[in-house]
C-alpha cells in the first residue's frame, strides 16, 4: 500500500489566489521532507528541502515567499503556493525522508497538477 | 555537484524483447545510491531499482536490472520481456550517501527517456 499520501492530485486555481498541497507519510516519521517540481516534458527539480519543526531550505530561483513550506509534524508537510500565477502551473510531488520501511527505497507521494488560470 | 545524464530522449522495443536505458552519472562523492523509477503519464513515481555505490553485485528486480559499471560511471536499465505496460518516461536518479543509514540527500534526476513498448 501507499506510504506517502499526497492532496489534492489535481487542482486547478485562479491567477493571484493561493493553493494547498499536502504530503503525509504513513508509516514512517518523515525527519526531512524534499518538495519536487516538474514543468511538462522536463525532469524533476528540487525546489526545496524542510526538517521537521525547523524552516525551509530552497533552492536557487525558488522564492521563498511564494512557496510556503511547513513541517510542523513527522508525518506531514504542506506547500503552499501563494499568489499563483499560470507560470506556476506544474506537477509537484514530495519525497519524504526517514526510516525506510523496506530496503533501499525513496519514496514519492502521487504528486499534484497544478493549473493556474 | 552531482550530475546525471541521459542521453536517450525517446526508445521503442518490441513487446517481449528486451530493452536498455543508459544513464551516466557523474560524482567525486565515494558513497552513493543510484535509482530508476517509472513515471506513467497520471504521474506517479515508481520505484523500479536500487544500486548502492559499494554494492558488490549488480541489483536485480524482477524483470528491472541494473548494469552497474562504476569504473565507467553507469548504470543502465534493463528491462527483459517489454509489455505494453512498460511504456511510460524513465528517470536515473542519484542520492550522496545511503539511505539504508537514513543519510541520505536529496535525488539529483537526469532527463528521461520515453519508452514506448509496441505490439
Known sequence: GAVVSQHPSRVICKSGTSVKIECRSLDFQATTMFWYRQFPK???????TSNEGSKATY???????????????????TLTVTSAHPEDSSFYICSPLGQPKEGNTIYFGEGSWLTVV | AQK???TQPGMFVQEKEAVTLDCTYDTSDPSY????????SSGEMIFLIYQGSYDQQNATEGRYS?????????????ISASQLG??????????LSFISSGS??????G???????LP
Open chain 1, 42 to 48: 522536463q525532469s524533476l527539480m528540487l525546489m526545496a
Open chain 1, 59 to 77: 533552492e536557487q530561483g525558488v522564492e521563498k515567499d511564494k512557496f510556503l513550506i511547513n513541517h510542523a509534524s513527522l508525518t506531514l508537510s
Open chain 2, 4 to 6: 546525471i545524464t541521459q
Open chain 2, 33 to 40: 545510491g543510484l535509482f530508476w523509477y517509472k513515471q506513467p
Open chain 2, 66 to 78: 541494473l548494469n552497474f559499471q562504476k569504473a565507467r560511471k553507469s548504470a543502465n536499465l534493463v
Open chain 2, 86 to 95: 512498460d511504456s511510460a518516461m524513465y528517470f536515473c536518479a542519484m542520492t
Open chain 2, 104 to 109: 541520505a540527500r536529496q535525488l539529483t534526476f
Open chain 2, 111 to 117: 532527463s528521461g527517456t520515453q519508452l514506448t513498448v
